[in-house]
C-alpha cells in the first residue's frame, strides 16, 4: 500500500509560479512510476509529467514542457513539481499518482486546487 499526500496548491495570477509537492510513504519496492495529473472541470483527468524510477526517466506533456519541471526526491520520497509562467488553462485538481509495476497496482492521492486567475 502506498499513501500519497499532496501540497502546495493555491491561487496564482497568470505569469506566476506554484511548487507542487508530493509525499510518499508506504511500499515502493521495484520499479515504479510517480506522476503528476490533472483534472479540469468537465474533462478528463490527464498526465502532466512522470518519472520513471527504472531509468530515471522523466516526461511531460506537451502542455507542461518549458514551463514545469518535475523533480524526484529518492531520500525523501517525494515528486515536486515547479510550474512557472502559468496560464490560466492549467487550472485544475493536481493529482499525485504512483504504478509500482511489479504488483500493477496504482494509488492516487487526494488532490490539490490550483487556480490561475487575474
Known amino acids: 500500500q502506498v499513501h500519497l499526500v499532496e501540497s502546495g496548491g493555491g491561487w496564482m495570477q497568470p505569469g506566476g509560479s506554484l511548487i507542487l509537492s508530493c509525499a510518499a510513504s508506504?511500499?515502493?519496492?521495484?520499479?515504479?512510476?510517480m506522476a503528476w495529473y490533472r483534472q479540469a472541470p468537465e474533462a478528463p483527468r490527464v498526465l502532466v509529467a512522470r518519472?520513471?524510477?527504472?531509468?530515471?526517466?522523466?516526461k511531460y506533456s506537451e502542455s507542461a514542457k518549458g514551463r514545469f519541471t518535475l523533480s524526484r526526491d529518492v531520500a525523501k520520497n517525494t515528486l515536486d513539481l515547479q510550474m512557472n509562467n502559468l496560464r490560466p488553462d492549467d487550472t485544475a485538481v493536481y493529482y499525485c499518482?504512483?504504478?509500482?509495476?511489479?504488483?500493477?497496482?496504482?494509488?492516487w492521492g487526494q488532490g490539490t486546487q490550483v487556480t490561475v486567475s487575474s
Open positions: 499518482k504512483v504504478t509500482t509495476l511489479i504488483s500493477g497496482s496504482t494509488f
Open positions: 508506504g511500499n515502493m519496492l521495484g520499479a515504479y512510476t
Open positions: 518519472f520513471a524510477s527504472s531509468d530515471g526517466s522523466i
